[in-house]
């Protein structure tokens, strides 16, 4: 082995938490949508790399890790963008040659899935990629316009299922805080709408599905940041955060109690960490989230609080 020979990465690379210690193979960079609170395409433009370099970077993280490799994720922002025919060629690339590779993961836009027929979702599931993260970040339309993601509740609802039925896990993530201070009727709908999305995708079986709640930060140059400076945006409070989390939970009402929603709000951006299953637990999270609001001092502090 040539201990000089390097994995290609172009910093800052973007994959979620949970895939901390996957191989991480950039097969795209950057992100090809321009989210107002997301900085994933501020540093790069976006690119799908050459599929033989992608492979290259295969074959030396097989040379150096070899039968450790179990997990794998594409970087960056929406690899799921990739032509089916070159994810797919990477894809069973990587499941040839990496002999303990149990599934590969990647970052997707609704439009993205929305893109792949359901015979290419199953090829791609088949091939061994199973778990896709997606942005929803509310299922409130006029509020994903406001912050420029470029899909619709119905595409969300129309690209889970389509993920569900090619067997390939869902991970969903939502932001709290999206709409900002002082929209009361916003913040409502948010959560509310949210909850009807989530409670419109739950499926009929006992499968595993996630979903994650992130609290809103504001990055240094997104569009976000450029409205925080200028005034016409303003961050919600912890308190409010906390409401507007509680609303959610209050609304989830699943039409089958066999779901095994893994529900998740313990990134570092939020202030108050919480594990549950949906929608059994809904008493639990309810009660740990009425705690954090009598209780204000366990909360994290606002300089810990990182994305
Ligand atoms: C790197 S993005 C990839 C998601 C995928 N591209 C999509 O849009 O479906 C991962 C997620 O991080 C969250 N995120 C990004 N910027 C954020 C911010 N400023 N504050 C809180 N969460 C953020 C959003 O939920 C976003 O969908
Ligand atoms: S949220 Fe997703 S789609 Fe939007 S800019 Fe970030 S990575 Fe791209």
């Known amino acids: 082995m040539n201990s000089s020979e390097r994995i290609y990465y172009i910093q800052p690379v973007f994959r979620p938490p949970s895939e901390a210690n996957s191989l991480l193979i950039q097969l795209t960079e950057g992100c090809s949508f321009k989210c107002d609170f997301c900085m994933s395409n501020l540093r790069k433009e976006f690119k799908i790399r050459e599929i033989d370099d992608v492979k290259k970077d295969v074959d030396i993280a097989k040379r150096k890790f070899g039968n450790l490799i179990q997990k794998l994720f594409f970087l960056d ?7 089916t025919n070159k994810l797919l060629e990477v894809t069973e690339y990587a499941m040839k040659n990496l002999p ?16 792949k027929t359901d015979t290419q979702l199953k090829l791609l599931s088949e091939a061994g990629l199973k778990i896709a993260y997606v942005g929803f970040e509310t299922g409130y339309d006029q509020l994903l316009q406001e912050v420029n993601k470029n899909a619709t509740k119905a595409d969300y609802i129309e690209a889970s299922k389509k993920l569900m039925k090619a ?11 999206l709409g900002g201070a002082n929209r009361p009727d916003i913040s409502k709908v948010h959560a ?3 909850a009807d999305l989530v409670n419109k995708i739950c499926p009929d ?6 979903i994650a709640f992130l609290t809103l930060m504001v990055p240094q140059g997104t569009e976000i940041y450029r409205r925080k400076l200028s005034g016409s945006f303003k961050e919600m409070n912890s308190r409010e955060i906390l409401q507007e989390l509680k609303l959610f939970i209050n609304k989830i009402n699943f039409h089958n109690n066999k779901a095994q929603c893994i529900f998740r709000s313990n990134h570092a951006s939020n202030y108050l960490p919480i594990k549950g299953t949906l929608d059994r ?4 999270i309810l ?3 009425n705690y954090g609001l009598s209780h204000e001092d366990i909360l994290r502090p606002e300089f810990y609080r990182a994305l």
Do not use: C, Q
Request: glycine letters at 6%; a negative charge.
């Open 77 to 83: 922002g929406n690899a799921m963008v990739t032509p």
């Open 167 to 177: 067997d390939i896990m869902l991970s969903a993530t939502f932001i709290n805080g």
């Open 281 to 284: 637990d809904k008493e639990k």
């Open 205 to 210: 079986d006992d499968r595993i599905w996630y």
């Open 100 to 115: 303990n590779l149990e599934r590969i993961g990647v970052y997707a836009h609704a439009k993205d899935i929305l893109k």
């Open 287 to 289: 009660s740990v989230l």
């Open 192 to 194: 509310e709408e949210s």
